[in-house]
């Protein structure tokens, strides 16, 4: 070994360099595969919706829901999607019904706008009222009171062969005051 | 301004000094590519660290999520088979080079005072590897983890005294299950990591203390540990991750078998490194076991364990290299005896390749079935394999028996798949293919009125009432509710309901019935509901019943009738036919 000082502190720096770069790269490749993975719901968003074929569900009749009387909740049973599962008639929400006119049904999602508590029906008050952050909303499921950014979330609702109630289940984005549908 | 914060935090943790002790370590003799082996186990350890947490994210231990779990990680989330692959390859490789770390450190006489403890150190971490391996063997919940986890939980059970006691602490209850699940991972995932952690740190530090074992004669200056050993270490890591990411392409991750079922005859092996104990456990018939399993390991464990002591005697350091070697090459023997023995084991291989056949069935089923029960994937595998066992001795199933393997004689009756589909009922009603061994041409069908007839009029039917006879295929394989063409018989629902007029046009309803059974005027097999779960449970039940052959059933066992098979038996073969 007879380099001269210069030499000899290039090699230095070299294998420094070298090491760094390599010790870096053994590193990321363990690292990277694992946050890649990881990043995977975002590459499936969307997978697992519960599908009906065109969305409606038949949910009751007009005969199960009195004229004029308080919202009843019924819940909605789906096939579901989960990851590797798939399950039959599982329960993946609920809504309310409520009979407002001879022919007309209304219905809301059991879901607050707010941050997706479930929305208690107060017979007493005769109101919808959310225990998480005391959201206030009438039987019109308009907003009378606190933080939610808008009313109750309402739903399509047709009525088929004149007496079957059937109702289009969906989420909306939570904490906006525009309603917009999410899929999942 | 990056000095400034350097400083303040230098005065504030001693970062730096620490930085500083670990980099310019004085290597007597300077950097030599010797030394590299407990950096590249320090290396795999951080790879299984990181790995492992990610694979945590997507594992679900119990018996009816676990092989779920693992297979959506490998078939269905991105790059999912590439981080299961790293984790699996980098515990094979990791084996390895534990034996190579233990090899040179006795070599070398490393384990000679002072640091005999950083010795039983190095000792314990290896216990705790293998035990790592072993309880991560099982995770998958596979057949090959399953059943040489059995074997081995079963020799912790064999322990005098104590055995059961232990093995049902172990197994969390008498038997396999969810809680075997939730406590082997506890202890893969949580003790055996934390233990390694403490150890590892221990090691290093021991290691810190004394220095490194120079080998003498020193043949250059001395260096500091960076940078140059720093570089032999990185690439020396650098080639073990090359080896590793072969592997994991080659065999595209890690292989994943059939999920573990306890009626199969699967034949437990361990993995590779375990072999030696396995093959070594032949040699001890009854209670002999507890020798082969328990005794002779154990001493060998404990001398391994007192070499520290044993070399300081004038001949120690020999007899401990010596003891080494037998134990190498003792493993290395017993080990290719077993990999010869399974070879020449035409049983075996059988086994093995039909549990290979099962794996492909079930992932398959998995897949096309749009996702698993949520009692499981050993469900889905329950209609291939129970039709393999009770159907295939006379109908095949896309020319196998069900689960890829061929008829075990000639097939007599038709082939199944795809029952009631429209391709189906288009080749069955081929005057040349009902004929065909495909369909009738075994059974005493082949020559009966079904057969006459498409024959007599195979030209109209190929000519003139073609698009007629098209219909009526439509209107027969809709009565199966088939989900697969659900969209397409909504889709057709008018020629469906023209089919089911030309039914009677063709003179179909001469010997059938459509629409509703007519027991008066139909001598050959109802078609109302054909192929639909209801019907074919109604077949399976008694096909003699005057609704299907009557006195004209040729050979097909009434399953439900004389009770061969339980009614959800029946329904799992069922269910699997119509593909749901
Ligand atoms: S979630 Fe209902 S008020 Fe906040």
New binding site residues.
Partial sequence: MNDTPSEKSDRREFIKCASCVIGGAIGLVPMAAGVYVAMDPLRHSGDGTAKTNDGFMRLATLEDLPLGGAPMKYSIVADKADKWSRYKDMPIGAVYLQRTTEKQVVAFNTV??????F?DYRKEEKDFF??????NFSQTGALKT???PRGMDSLEVELRNDREVWVKFQHFK?NTTEKTPVNS | MMKQLFDWLEHRTGARKVVNEALYENIPGGSRWRYVWGSTLTFTLAVQFITGIFLWMGYAPSATSAWESVHYIQEQMTGGWFLRGLHHWTAQVMTVLLVLHLMQVVIDGAYKAPREVNFWFGVLLLQLVLALSLTGYLLPWDQKGYWATKVATDILGSTPLVGSYLKELVLGGADYGHHTLTRFFALHAGVLPAAVIALTAGHIYLFRRHGITAKTPLKKRDEYFWPEQVLKDAVACLAVLATVLFFVVKYHGAHLDAPADPSSNYPARPDWYFLFLFQFLKYFPGHWEVLGAVVIPGIVMTLIFLMPILGKWKLGHRFNIGLLCAVLIGAGTLTISALREDKANVTYQASVKQAANDAIVVKDLAKTRGGIPPDGALVLLQGPKLFAQHCAGCHAYGGHNGLLAALSGPQSAPDLKGFATREYLTALLDPAQFKSAKFFGGTKHANGKMAKFLEENADALAGTNKVNLAKVIKAVSAEAGIQSQRPMDTRDATEIAEGKKQFEALGCTDCHSLGKWNPEDSTAPDLTGYGSRDWMMALLHDPSHERFYGKKNDRMPAFGKDQKLSRQQLERIVDWLRGE
């Fill in positions: 607050c706008p707010h941050l997706g508590c929305v959310c225990p998480c952050h005391n959201s606190g933080v939610s939570a």
